[in-house]
């Protein structure tokens, strides 16, 4: 089993910045990727970002390309989302998951997911 454990939410007014880091403990993998999906009130969960652990290789939503930055910490086993720019419309519950192998913006790669943090943007 893995453990995810994100943390970082929180309230910011419109055009303010907050780092989300997702920790993940328990099973290794020899490849992995780690994701970032988010979901509103009301609304299905949509896919933020993900890094590929062996390479780097990294992707965006359309949504957040330029004001969002995925990153890892090998030695931590973490992954971080730095949210520039926020919008009010980014508020959601930020997800963080894992997937064995090749992840990309395809929730059902991942297999292992965090309970979430809350991230509100205020206008």
């Known amino acids: 089993q893995v453990q995810l454990v994100e943390s970082g939410g929180g309230l910011v007014q419109a055009g303010g910045s907050l780092r989300l880091s997702c920790a993940a403990s328990?099973?290794?993998?020899?490849?992995?990727?780690m994701g970032w999906f988010r979901q509103a009130p009301g609304k299905e969960r949509k896919f933020v970002a993900a890094?590929?652990?062996?390479?780097?290789?990294?992707y965006y939503g359309d949504s957040v390309k330029g004001r969002f930055t995925i990153s890892r910490d090998n030695a931590k086993i973490t992954v971080y989302l730095q949210m520039n720019s926020l919008r009010p419309e980014d508020t959601a519950v930020y997800y963080c998951?894992?997937?064995?192998?090749?992840?990309?913006?395809?929730?059902?790669?991942?297999?292992?997911w965090g309970r979430g943090t809350q991230v509100t943007v205020s206008s």
């Open positions: 890094i590929d652990w062996s390479d780097d290789t990294t």
């Open positions: 998951a894992l997937a064995p192998g090749f992840g990309g913006s395809n929730a059902l790669n991942y297999i292992y």
């Open positions: 328990g099973r290794t993998f020899s490849s992995y990727a």
